[in-house]
C-alpha cells in the first residue's frame, strides 16, 4: 500500500478588526517616495513595509536605512531583503543629508542593514551621516538604532571589545538616542532574530548607559509570535535592570508566507496593560499598541 504523506495546513489568524492602518493624502506619500527614489537614498519605512509610512510620510517624517537594501543577515520577520549587500554608496551620507534638508526635518532616525561584511560593520555608515547632517543644522536631533555590532574577532573577549570600540564611535557623535532592539523574548530569540543573540543586545545597549549615561537608550519587541505574558513581562524588566529609558511595543504583522507566521494578535487591553505595567517600572517614555513599531513618533 503506497505511504500517503499528509502535510498539516498552517494555521492563518484573520486580521482583527482593530488593526486599522492610517490613511493619508496620496500626494504627501507620492511626495515622499518620489524624493527617496529620486535620491537614490533607502528607508526602513519603505524597505520593511512598515504600515505606518503613510501617516509618518504625511508628516513629512522617515527613517533611513544605510548600508544599502541587503543585509547581511536573514531574521525570520523581517521583510529586508537579504543576501551578499551591495557595495557601499560613499555618497550615501550626503545624499540622505539633502533629503533632511529638503524634508526640513528637526528630528532624524538613522537605522541600518547587519553590514557583517564590514571591518566596522557599518558603525562608519552612521558616523559619516550624522557629520553630514550637522553640517546642514547642528541643532537637528538624531536618534540612532543600530545592529549589535557584534563580530569579528578572534575569540569571545576581542569580539565583545570590539562591538565596544564600534559602540563608542557611534556614541561619541552625541546622538539624542541610542536605539536597539531586542525584538523578541529571550526563548524565541534564536527562531526570529537569526545571528542574533539576546545577551549580546542586552549587553550593547548596557554598554551604552555606561559609556554616556547622558544617552537616552531605548528598545522595542514584538508580540504575536508565541510568547506569553510573563515571558513578554520578564523582557521588559531585563530592559529596566539595565537603565533602558525607553520602550516600544507593537504587534508583529507578517510581511509574506515566506515569514513567521502570527500566533496571536494581542488585544489593545494587553497593550495598554504593558504600557501601564512599563510607566509603573519607571520607564521614561513608552509606546505600546499594535501598530507601535520601534520609530513610530520618535521624535
Known amino acids: 500500500m503506497r505511504e500517503i504523506n499528509l502535510i498539516k495546513k498552517e494555521k492563518i489568524l484573520r486580521l482583527p478588526s482593530w488593526i486599522k492602518f492610517p490613511i493619508s493624502k496620496a500626494s504627501e506619500f507620492e511626495k515622499i517616495q518620489t524624493l527617496i527614489k529620486k535620491s537614490n537614498i533607502h528607508t526602513i519605512c519603505e524597505e520593511a513595509r512598515c504600515p505606518n509610512r503613510a501617516e509618518c510620510y504625511a508628516s513629512g517624517t522617515a527613517t533611513f536605512l544605510l548600508g544599502g537594501s541587503i543585509c547581511s543577515r536573514s531574521c525570520a520577520f523581517c521583510q529586508v531583503n537579504k543576501g551578499r549587500p551591495s557595495p557601499i554608496n560613499i555618497d550615501e551620507c550626503t545624499q540622505v543629508a539633502e533629503a533632511v534638508k529638503v524634508l526640513n526635518l528637526k528630528y532624524v532616525v538613522l537605522t541600518s542593514v547587519a553590514r557583517d561584511d564590514l571591518p566596522d560593520h557599518g558603525a562608519n555608515l552612521f558616523i559619516s551621516t550624522i557629520d553630514e547632517i550637522r553640517k546642514i543644522d547642528s541643532t537637528i536631533k538624531i536618534e540612532v538604532l543600530t545592529p549589535d555590532l557584534w563580530g569579528g574577532g578572534k575569540n569571545l573577549d576581542e569580539t565583545n571589545n570590539l562591538q565596544t570600540e564600534r559602540l563608542k564611535m557611534i556614541l561619541e557623535k552625541d546622538p539624542i538616542c541610542f536605539n536597539h532592539n531586542l525584538e523578541t523574548v529571550e526563548r524565541l530569540q534564536k527562531e526570529v532574530r537569526r545571528g542574533a543573540n539576546y545577551k549580546k ?23 504575536g509570535l508565541g510568547e506569553t505574558l510573563d515571558e513578554i513581562k520578564n523582557t521588559i524588566y531585563d530592559l529596566k ?18 515569514h513567521l507566521a502570527v500566533k496571536k494578535y494581542w488585544d489593545p487591553s494587553e497593550f495598554q496593560y504593558l504600557y501601564r505595567f512599563s510607566k509603573e517600572l519607571g520607564f521614561k517614555k513608552v509606546s505600546s499598541g499594535p501598530l507601535v513599531r520601534s520609530s513610530y513618533h520618535a521624535g
Open 241 to 258: 535592570k539595565i537603565d533602558c529609558d525607553q520602550i516600544t511595543i507593537g504587534q508583529y504583522l507578517r510581511p509574506s508566507f515566506n
Open 201 to 223: 543586545s542586552l549587553s550593547l545597549l548596557e554598554k551604552s548607559k555606561d559609556i554616556a549615561p547622558h544617552i537616552q537608550t531605548k528598545s522595542g519587541i514584538m508580540l
